[in-house]
């Protein structure tokens, strides 16, 4: 029985690392109309959509903590995140300093700085969200290291399908338009501007099995000042 249901954690988790190009909702239901249908059955960061334009929402993340792996250099996100993942994989099958299993959760997300030019590798981070149970004490792990969220913004496009080299690039440019002359988008370049590093996120939460209702995300992350007009 625990072997079958670390096959079957196994098999929901590598959906995050899929690269095929089948399974699109209809054409009527794109944007953010979607919840992603992972988060109904296992336990995903908590959020409060505040905002919902043409295109794109803007939500509310509660304060979290994520495991996190080192920066992956790499010409491929859906490769190097399928690197990352299999740490933390091991990370929550016990392979920690506690020896301790960890739930799983969604989404995985990939941290992206890309490169300066079409050949050169691009800087990727991947994370799993810590369930609420271990944020209080999450297991430490060699080559991993823990993410403090505070309370944070995000802008967040929506797609359908499997993550793709080839489609990611046109998902962040998509929304990046989608925001221009926006005051959420004055807020996300105020924080490039502090922070050179960020740049985008990309969340996944599907099980290969699931070739209907994927739902992939793109995040840009922001802090709000003091007396912003939501």
């Known amino acids: 029985m625990a072997a079958g249901l ?3 954690k196994f098999s929901v988790l590598l959906g995050l ?3 095929l190009s089948l ?19 296992i336990e995903c960061p908590s959020f409060e959509t505040v905002h919902v334009g ?16 080192s920066p992956i250099q790499d010409i491929s996100l859906v490769q ?3 690197t990352g993942f299999l740490q933390l ?3 929550i099958q016990g392979k920690n300093e506690y020896e301790q ?6 989404p995985v997300i990939t941290e992206v700085l890309p490169s300066d030019g079409p050949f050169c590798e691009s800087s990727f981070t991947v994370s799993f969200y810590v369930p609420k149970v271990n944020q209080a004490n999450p297991p430490p792990a060699k080559g991993l290291h823990i993410q403090q969220w505070k309370a944070t913004y995000a802008a967040v496009r929506q797609f359908s399908g499997f993550v793709s080299d080839s489609n990611i690039g046109e998902e962040a440019a998509a929304l990046q338009a989608s925001l221009a002359g926006t005051n959420w988008a004055a807020a996300i370049e105020k924080r490039r501007a502090e922070d050179p590093t960020s740049s985008y996120i ?18 840009l992350l922001f802090d709000l000042e003091e007396g912003f007009a939501i």
């Open 80 to 82: 190097a995140t399928r």
């Open 202 to 219: 990309v969340a996944q939460y599907n099980s290969p099995f699931e070739f209907y209702n994927r739902v992939n995300e793109i995040w």
């Open 23 to 41: 399974g699109l909702w209809p054409e009527s239901s794109k944007g953010l109309k979607i919840f992603p249908p992972t988060c109904n059955r």
């Open 54 to 69: 043409n295109g794109f929402a803007i939500r509310r993340y509660n304060s979290s903590m994520w495991m996190s792996t």
């Open 89 to 91: 994989f091991d990370y």
């Open 17 to 19: 690392l899929s690269n």
């Open 101 to 106: 299993t960890i739930e799983m959760t969604a």
């Open 6 to 8: 670390s096959m079957l």
